[in-house]
């Protein structure tokens, strides 16, 4: 298969979400049926039909934490965890938000952290941004800060952040070192980081492994997890570990249509129904804490 370049990866991600993004923006009372129910598919949890069914915030979020957020923030929530549950925010901490789309984590967060507390919300899609300004207005989240920017190069000073939070957007990134780096780089010592993100365990087939479709769909750029967080502990971070894992229903992902060409194309051809049963407990949602360590000594 062919190989992507970085720059490839982002634009295909910035559209695709872009896109999202934009069915709220120009045409919110018809958003609910259609991007979003399909970007979930591939951070669902494995479980009934009608669990499979359910859409944007309410997979992922107790009922009480939408209770008073419009649907252009929850029915345009795509992520795979809900990290600010165990983020264990305090009032007048600053939280970054790594790809914050519609800001329903933003919104969250600002919650727990209060007046006294700022948020911020880092997203490369100019869509996502947009549409994220215009849900904090609605909710009149005061505190929340959302700017246009990569998270291999976040816009923000040195020793800045006491908590970053992602929901599944870090696997997006064809270079995670750099995300991590710069993760290490914002946090003040002793900041915690608190992530959700896609994994795999294994090696995936090839014709999930090459499709853009699937690196917008959170899969192909998708790290064995070891591997993930060895780069969170090479970055400096420490007491990286692991606090949930839920195996994710693959059923979504062979049906689009790239993946399906490719299938197509391979020699000898390759059947849905194999391709399913190889991605079958091989795709994890996973949610994710670390720290960077406190300074050792004071500076003379």
Same mark, same amino acid.
Request: charged share 25%; aromatic share 4%.
């Given at each position: ?51 499979? @069914?359910?859409?944007?915030? #309410? ?46 984590? !933003? ?24 549409? #994220? ?48 780096? @710069? ?34 769909? !959170? ?77 050792? !000594?004071?500076?003379?």
């Amino acid at each position: 298969m062919t190989t992507r370049t970085a720059d490839e990866i982002k634009e295909e991600v910035r559209r695709a979400y872009g896109q999202a993004a934009s069915q709220f923006v120009d045409a919110p009372a018809q958003a609910s049926c259609c991007e979003p129910r399909a970007q979930a598919s591939c951070c669902d949890s494995a479980g009934t039909a009608q669990e499979v @069914e359910t859409i944007g915030a #309410a997979r992922l979020y107790a009922e009480g934490e939408l209770a008073d957020l419009p649907e252009s923030v929850t029915e345009a929530a795509m992520g795979c965890g809900n990290p600010t549950a165990i983020a264990s925010l305090q009032p007048g901490e600053v939280v970054l938000d790594l790809g914050s789309g519609g800001g329903i984590d !933003c919104f969250l967060a600002a919650e727990r952290v209060g007046p006294t507390g700022r948020v911020i919300g880092l997203d490369m899609t100019p869509e996502m941004i947009k549409l #994220a300004r215009r849900n904090a207005k609605k909710v009149g989240a005061t505190n929340v800060d959302f700017r246009y920017g990569e998270m291999e190069e976040m816009p923000l000073p040195d020793a800045s952040v006491d908590v970053i939070i992602s929901n599944c957007v870090i696997n997006l990134s064809p270079d995670k070192d750099a995300v991590f780096a @710069e993760a290490f780089r914002v946090l003040k010592p002793g900041g915690r980081i608190s992530v959700s993100d896609i994994v795999t365990h294994g090696q995936l087939p090839e014709a999930v492994g090459g499709s853009v479709m699937a690196w917008a769909g !959170c899969v192909a750029g998708a790290l064995d997890e070891e591997a993930y967080l060895e780069k969170m502990r090479a970055a400096g971070l420490t007491d990286v570990a692991i606090t949930q894992r839920v195996y994710a229903n693959p059923e979504g992902l062979v049906d689009a249509s790239e993946i399906q060409e490719a299938l197509a194309k391979m020699d000898p051809p390759v059947s849905v129904d194999w391709l399913r049963s190889q991605l079958d407990g091989k795709i994890a949602s996973v949610t994710v804490m670390a720290r960077k360590p406190e300074e050792s !000594c004071c500076p003379s």
